[in-house]
């Protein structure tokens, strides 16, 4: 299945600087990802069929990766930095994202899951 | 040597594994004046300074393998280690330490001529600066009896790609074969995509195999996984080892990659690879003690 065709995938950065987004609420469409040696907090996301949603992610310790092969996602997860990743999933389901960029001890460990419902 | 030759002195050295003969060189016109036969062996995801419950013997199965090795009744041309020689630690000081007791142990090894390759737990924290003072370059080819053997590194790069200026020395190393040249390439981590969200693949290893895919006899030999595994891309074997460590679980069986399943002696999770070469290949899988 050729995923381009179904699914709106925006990446994009901001550098954040001093006082990111962390601590406010996320906005609508909007899911904040924490990466830290050797989670994703929240490291189960839930969303709707068909409706676009943003994820942006951000490390509070070092580089890690986010990467979705259902949704063909793959970005790089750096510190004192947003990037978000904005995709419309078109089918139901529970999909596994993990980091790939290797970060120690507990990095085969860092995973989590999105959940497509409807 | 033939395959029942292979057998009769593994039986003969009480070692007798499992033997898997592949069409290794399939585009190979086989003459009287190609190169004797040889043999060496593989070793792969020692993982030495691990401590936990998956492997409760940790601290002897090196040692134990090489006692195996050495007792080969026909000692092997070489050994290759195919990565992760040691357990991973952010700690530069300790690494250098399991580094430096790793190649103590193997130093007992009874055949002299031993490759080294890094896995990411080896590497991919320091981008192999550690390995390189050990062990010597991540990359690198070497020729042996008309083989041409190509050792790729996947893992330095934490992001496990082999990247565009090692891609390039390849496809500079590649022009130099011909299209019937035995080739045999030696990596940590699989080249194609085994199970992408496990992240058992290389980022850009696609790119590798379409380098090598001209070559008609190439077959690739890997660890990372913890187990024996076969697979082809196209004409293009691959054959991943076993672990001295631990098993992993059996590629794709769930969603998540589950942790290494609880230690099982009876099942013969661990071992090493004795590898054949003429105009086929036979792996041999050997137990880690004597049977």
């Known amino acids: ?118 | 040597m033939q395959n029942t030759d292979r057998r009769d002195f593994l039986k003969l050295a009480g070692l007798a594994g499992v033997t898997f003969t592949a069409g290794l060189f399939p585009g190979l016109e086989v003459s009287a004046q190609m190169a004797p036969d040889f043999h060496f062996v593989q070793i792969s995801d020692t993982h030495w300074g691990y401590k936990g419950p998956a492997n409760p013997d940790a601290e002897h199965t090196l040692e134990k393998a090489i006692v195996t090795v050495n007792g080969l009744a026909k000692k092997p041309d070489f050994i290759v280690f195919t990565g992760d020689l040691t357990h991973t630690t952010e700690d530069g000081a300790e690494r250098r330490a399991r580094m430096k007791r790793f190649k103590e142990i193997v130093s007992a090894l009874n055949v002299k001529d031993v490759r080294f390759m890094p896995g990411e737990h080896d590497a991919s924290l320091d981008k192999g600066a550690a390995f390189k003072e050990f062990f010597g370059a991540t990359h690198y080819t070497f020729d042996h009896k008309g083989v041409h053997f190509i050792a790729l590194d996947n893992v330095s790069d934490p992001g496990a790609r082999l990247g565009d200026e090692q891609l390039a020395w390849l496809a500079a190393d590649l022009k130099q074969r011909r299209p019937d040249d035995r080739i045999v390439v030696l990596t940590h981590r699989p080249l194609f995509d085994l199970v992408p969200s496990w992240d058992w693949t290389t980022a850009d290893g696609a790119k590798a195999i379409d380098l090598l895919m001209p070559y008609r006899n190439v077959v690739v030999f890997y660890g990372h996984i913890h187990q024996e595994h076969h697979h082809m891309t196209g004409h293009i074997a691959h054959h991943a080892a076993k672990s001295l460590i631990f098993p992993q679980a059996t590629p794709g069986t769930q969603p998540r990659r589950p942790p290494p399943p609880p230690f099982d002696a009876s099942l013969a999770p661990l071992g090493t690879r004795d590898v054949s070469v003429s105009s086929t290949v036979t792996m041999t899988e050997l137990p880690v003690t004597r049977t």
Do not use: Y
Not at chain 1, 9 to 19: D, E, P, Q, R, Y
Not at chain 1, 41 to 53: A, S
Not at chain 1, 60 to 85: A, C
Not at chain 1, 87 to 100: H, Q, Y
């Open chain 1, 1 to 118: 299945m050729n995923r381009r065709h179904l699914i709106a995938l925006l990446i994009g950065g901001s550098a954040a600087g001093g006082a990111i987004g962390l601590a406010r609420a996320a906005a609508p469409g909007e899911i904040q990802i924490m990466a830290s040696k050797f989670e994703f907090t929240p490291d189960t996301v839930k969303v709707k069929r068909g409706e676009p949603v943003t994820l942006v992610l951000t490390s509070i310790d070092r580089i890690h990766g986010f990467k979705m092969p259902d949704f063909g996602i793959r970005i790089d997860v750096m510190p004192d930095e947003e990037r978000r990743v904005t995709l419309t999933p078109d089918k139901a389901g529970s999909f596994v994202f993990f980091c790939d960029v290797f970060c120690g001890d507990g990095h085969e460990e860092m995973s989590g899951t999105l959940v497509v419902e409807g």
